[in-house]
């Protein structure tokens, strides 16, 4: 669809040698750019040029090669120019030039580039040589080299390699701004702190093209922290290698989680039919075709279910490590847990001999609580493990215990991911519906009246209860739902319901002062005037400082707590 024009005359005159050429410059100009290329050769002198400006807007990138990638935020355009110089002698040409690329976004952002300048060298270090750069508003971001081992053939023009060398591409260890990088991340997720990269790459050419090339780099950032949707963060440590055939290579290396707090979305939910079961908030019961699903929240409804596990057409190999000392901690539906454990990630295929990602290893909580029908249940023992199946179904064993009125009830939680078997427990030993009434009403079902009796046997069995709750990690009556949008609204990261040390009803809200400094203010819902701060410093994976200031009937002091796990 565009219009190419001559923009002047142009005579090419040839001879009288058969390698006596002429060209006056010629010129093709269009509305996205224009093309020139003249000058002249004879066996004694060479001086040619060509020049290339091009500016591709949006709709005519999405006409040549069509991609969401042009129309993604706001929009972007491309432009390249170019320019190739060859003089000298055709014995012993010269061949020089430069390019320049740039995504030019709609936005007012800076523009992301990458600049190459050539030239051909002779004698031992005969070939093409290129510098590269990475630009971000012409500022550069990342610089390399490549060579390219050979010479031009003076009488075909045709480039010779030169055999038994390979060619080469070399980043040597350099620190990496982040900010260009954030650009190409999904909303909400960004990167700041030190990153620095190296890389060295070589293929075989001519003869030996067929051999595969090698390649070796590094990623190094001793402090790295990761922002992440509903105001979750991470902060890590990276030093990761490349290695191996340019083909298959394998990244390796070790990822450290310092410290972080990961808060559980909470999934949009939706009206359901008045007949039948209560489905809201049923995420795990596989009977039921629930839209307020984890595989909805992953993969939209209108494109189907998700049958078999998916994954790249290609995948490196992987032997990564994913190490957390501790100090993660994990919170959101009435959960609030810290995490710990050790994890490896390798590459494995599936039944369809599609490469996919396999986890190894366990995560464990350090310490943690669960909010569940109004009652807090401390996170005696908490243990994940993941044997490596495609897609991962790590093994549970869980253990929650809250006193009730003076009864120790305990739930425990055991089997795989995919179809969790949870339990009901006392101390005394009571069967599941007494329990159920002492977790509605204080005590067993047989020191019940008639009307309270009639709202535990409504509840049906303890196990689906807890199955429908537990699965979605959701308190009763959406309770967890409005602690979130008040943490939101408020700019906080906890906002709980929980207890007294004489056993009111406490609103707790809770904030990071940093990533091992956290404030929280506990208010009682029943007694005027009694409320009490807490300040929790943790000193390391073991040791943790617990200063307290109370007010009422609440207690100061300060608590050094030491934990260990066997």
Do not use: C
């Not at 390699?161 to 080469?168: D, H, L, S």
């Not at 290695?243 to 298959?248: E, F, M, P, S, V």
């Not at 979130?484 to 990261?493: A, I, K, P, W």
């Not at 007294?500 to 002062?513: E, H, P, R």
Request: proline share 7%; aromatic share 6%; net charge negative.
């Amino acid at each position: 669809g565009q219009v190419v024009r001559l923009q002047d005359a142009t005579v090419l005159t040839w001879g009288p040698g058969v390698w006596d050429i002429d060209l006056s410059p010629l010129v093709l100009a269009a509305e996205p750019g224009e093309v020139a290329v003249g000058g002249h050769a004879t066996p004694s002198d060479l001086d040619l040029a060509a020049r290339l400006a091009l500016h591709l807007p949006e709709d005519l990138l999405m006409t040549l090669f069509p991609s969401d990638f042009w129309t993604a935020d706001g929009g972007r355009d491309f432009s390249l120019a170019a320019n190739v110089d060859l003089q000298g002698t055709r014995a012993d040409p010269t061949l020089s030039g430069r390019v320049k690329a740039r995504l030019i976004p709609h936005r007012d952002d800076d523009d992301l580039g990458l600049d190459v300048k050539f030239a051909l060298a002779a004698g031992d270090s005969a070939g093409l040589q290129a510098e590269l750069a990475l630009v971000a508003a012409d500022s550069s971001l990342l610089v390399g080299s490549i060579e390219v081992p050979g010479r031009l053939d003076p009488q075909t023009g045709a480039w010779q390699f030169a055999e038994g060398r390979p060619a080469q591409v070399l980043i040597p260890e350099q620190a990496v701004g982040l900010a260009p990088v954030n650009r190409l991340l999904p909303p909400e997720v960004s990167l700041a702190g030190e990153l620095s990269l190296a890389m060295a790459a070589r293929l075989p050419l001519g003869e030996a093209a067929s051999e595969d090339g090698s390649v070796t780099g590094s990623i190094r950032a001793p402090h790295l922290a990761v922002s992440l949707p509903n105001r979750s963060r991470l902060d890590a440590e990276v030093d990761m290698r490349l290695d191996g055939t340019l083909n298959d290579p394998v990244i390796g290396g070790r990822i450290t989680i310092k410290s972080g707090f990961f808060r559980i979305p909470e999934l949009p939910r939706t009206l359901h039919p008045t007949e039948g079961a209560p489905l809201l908030w049923s995420l795990v019961d596989s009977t039921s075709a629930v839209p307020d699903s984890l595989l909805v929240f992953i993969r939209p409804e209108s494109q189907g279910p998700l049958t078999s596990p998916q994954g790249p057409a290609l995948l490196p190999d992987l032997d990564l490590e994913i190490l957390i000392p501790g100090n993660l901690r994990l919170h959101g539906y009435g959960l609030d847990m810290e995490l710990a454990g050790d994890l490896q990630v390798s590459r494995v295929f599936d039944p369809d001999s599609l490469p996919q990602p396999s986890i190894q290893g366990e995560v464990h909580a350090v310490q943690g609580s669960l909010q569940f029908m109004n009652h807090v249940f401390g996170i005696e023992r908490a243990e994940v493990n993941f044997g490596g199946a495609v897609p991962p179904d790590p093994v549970l064993d869980m253990q929650l215990e809250a006193d009730v009125s003076g009864i120790l009830v305990r739930i425990d939680v055991s089997g795989v991911a995919s179809n969790p078997v949870i339990g009901l427990s006392s101390e005394p030993d009571y069967e599941e519906q007494d329990i159920m009434a002492v977790l509605l009403f204080g005590q067993p079902l047989s020191e019940l009246d008639n009307d309270q009796r009639g709202g535990v046997e409504g509840q049906g069995s303890a196990g689906q209860e807890l199955r429908q709750n537990l699965a979605g990690l959701a308190m009763a009556f959406g309770t967890a739902g409005l602690q979130n949008s008040v943490s939101n609204t408020f700019g906080v990261d906890m906002v709980e319901m929980g207890s007294g040390s004489a056993g009111d009803n406490t609103l707790m809200v809770g904030k990071f002062i940093n990533p091992k400094l956290m404030l929280k203010y506990h208010h009682s819902l029943e007694k005027s005037g009694t409320y009490f701060l807490t300040m929790e410093y943790a000193l390391s994976r073991i040791f943790k400082i617990v200063t307290t200031y109370g007010q009422g009937e609440e207690d100061s002091g300060m608590e050094l707590k030491w934990t260990r796990r066997y």
